[in-house]
């Protein structure tokens, strides 16, 4: 309802594509093969209100892979069939202040899982969802996905086999956590769930969608759905802020003031409780693994905007 007028976030985020587009830092994500090769230019915005307007700019039809964006979801449908207790329990939530794949973190913190959108953690969450066996559990989690969506989603096939041929270093964080019982099925059939997860794909409009259902306390503001359940939306929320851009939450925090998360495929989506959410895909990634064009327009956007969390305004 305060989602401030059509136009004024239309020539925000028109400000923020010219601004930004010819940004030249950062690299795309080379460790999985696949993302290597995407065109680092390719650039989209896209803004989803809790009223369901629809607002985007640039390449917004590109499908990319969710990849660490698909931890939110996958922790919200943990969460559905567990409750969130027994999600802490098991999970945990604490920041971890390292890499989103580091190996110290699984070994030093108390809870070895750290929190849901590390891989530890996320790898670990995957692992509880129930089902009879790995083709159940998978479909079980992509048809959340896009129940979250709106629409259907597909996994991109070559993402998969790129990581799947790659994933060495995720084996051996499930083999960890399996040392520690911090995993709740088998280590690499929760892993090649996991990678699965990682490689649907979604393009900015479909990820501003999802975005813009946890602003909407769970329901997806175009089928009218609830399908995050509403008490589940703050756990969620909470989590993106501590861990939703790795070992830069932090600054992250400080700077833009709202919950987001990021995958190294290029994707961000930052959520504006109550107004909306929005998404932005461009392939460069920082040192920490975050989208540098992404941070920097969702930056511009919500400070125009006034839609820090934390600010009295
Ligand atoms: N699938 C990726 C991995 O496990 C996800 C990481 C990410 O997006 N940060 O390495």
């Not at 996320?122 to 066996?133: E, F, P, V």
């Not at 511009?300 to 006034?306: E, G, M, R, T």
Request: charged share 20%; proline share 5%; aromatic share 8%.
């Amino acid at each position: 309802p305060v989602a401030p007028r059509r136009e004024l976030v239309e020539s925000v985020v028109k400000e923020a594509y010219d601004k930004f587009r010819n940004e030249a830092k950062g690299k795309n994500a080379d460790y999985i093969p696949y993302l290597a090769q995407v065109d680092s230019k390719l650039f989209g915005i896209a803004i989803v209100t809790t009223d369901n307007q629809v607002l985007t700019l640039g390449d917004v039809n590109y499908s990319f892979s969710i990849q660490s964006i698909s931890k939110v979801f996958t922790l919200a449908l943990a969460m559905e069939e567990l409750g969130p207790d027994k999600t802490f329990e098991r999970i945990g939530s604490e920041p971890t202040g390292r890499a989103f794949n580091s190996v110290p973190a699984v070994v030093d913190m108390p809870t070895h899982t750290g929190n849901p959108f590390v891989n530890a953690g996320a790898i670990a969450t995957t692992s509880l969802i129930s089902g009879k066996d790995a083709n159940e559990k998978w479909d079980k989690i992509l048809n959340f996905y896009n129940k979250v969506a709106g629409e259907k989603l597909t996994l991109i096939e070559e993402v998969y086999k790129s990581e799947a041929a790659t994933n060495t270093g995720n084996k051996a964080l499930s083999m960890l956590l399996a040392k520690y019982d911090r995993i709740y099925a088998d280590p690499f059939e929760s892993v090649d769930i996991y990678t699965k997860q990682c490689s649907v794909g979604v393009n900015a409009s479909q990820l501003a969608r999802m975005g813009a259902t946890l602003a909407n306390n769970g329901v997806n503001p175009a089928s009218g759905e609830q399908v995050i359940k509403r008490e589940d939306v703050p756990y969620i929320l909470a989590t993106m802020t501590m861990a939703g851009l790795y070992d830069s939450s932090g600054s992250w925090a400080w700077h833009v003031g709202l919950p987001a998360k990021s995958g190294v495929g290029g994707g961000i989506v930052a959520i504006a409780p109550g107004k909306g959410a929005i998404a932005v895909f461009a392939p460069p990634l920082d040192e920490a693994g975050n989208s540098v064009k992404a941070q920097e327009v969702i930056d511009y956007v919500a400070q125009k905007l006034n839609y820090n969390l934390y600010s009295p305004s």
